[in-house]
């Protein structure tokens, strides 16, 4: 069974600093990894993906991708209280194959 | 383009109904899939549609299925309700930017069982 797991939550940080968010997945043959954005009510919107280890960055965001420790981490920096919301990882083995979601971590910025 | 859409988006039902939900992916992507939410359990993968075939499947009893058309519009269907499967339900439709495949999800429909 794959597994996605997101600990260590929730996540709460004064403004302006940087909030790091991390995801490991049991998987070695996972492929693609997601990071969604969801508030409260509202469905999942991507934020970003990363296929490649290393980091990706758009934006005040900064994805990171250590496939042999399986370990895919979300940087935010100059957090802002609109960035409050539960952050979703998420696993493909590839095309074709189904999204695993962890069960996500709730971020919340300090004004 | 216009996002991916989902009717109803709220549903009241008793134990014992059944209810059919639909979804309309953003044009051209020819991927949808269905999935459950709920606050124990998170994100859980119901089933992925590709051409009108069901490409993956998720561990849910027999009492949710799934269709798609030609137009890539999709229904997933739950028969004999219980009030376990109060939920909200996504659909997210997918294209493949290069290499990956990127879902997109729609608003979802909120399904209380009473």
């Known amino acids: 069974q794959k597994e996605v797991e997101q600990n260590s939550g929730p996540l709460s940080v004064p403004e302006g600093a940087i909030a790091s968010l991390n995801c490991t997945y049991s998987d070695r043959g996972s492929q693609s990894f997601f990071w969604y954005r969801q508030y409260s009510g509202k469905s999942p919107e991507l934020i970003m993906f990363?296929?490649?280890?290393g980091d990706k960055e758009d934006g005040r965001f900064t994805a990171q991708l250590n496939k042999a420790s399986q370990y895919v981490s979300l940087l935010i920096r100059d957090s802002q209280p609109s960035d409050s919301a539960t952050y979703l990882c998420?696993?493909?083995?590839?095309?074709?194959?189904?999204?695993?979601f962890g069960k996500g971590i709730t971020l919340s910025v300090r004004p | 383009k216009a996002g991916v859409t989902q009717t109803p988006r709220y549903l009241i039902k008793t134990r014992g109904q059944q209810v059919t939900l639909s979804c309309s992916p953003i044009?051209?992507?020819?991927?949808v899939s269905w999935y459950q939410q709920t606050p124990g359990q998170g994100l859980q993968f119901l089933f992925e549609?590709?051409?009108?075939?069901?490409?993956n499947k998720g561990n849910f009893p027999g009492r949710f299925s799934g269709r798609q058309f030609s137009n890539s519009r999709s229904e997933m269907n739950v028969s004999t309700l219980e009030l376990g499967d109060s939920a909200l339900y996504l659909c997210a439709s997918s294209s493949t930017e290069p290499f990956v495949d990127t879902q997109y999800f729609g608003p979802g429909t909120r399904l209380t069982v009473l």
């Open positions: 044009s051209g992507h020819r991927s």
């Open positions: 549609y590709f051409s009108e075939t069901q490409r």
């Open positions: 990363i296929y490649s280890n």
């Open positions: 998420a696993v493909t083995g590839g095309a074709n194959s189904k999204l695993t």
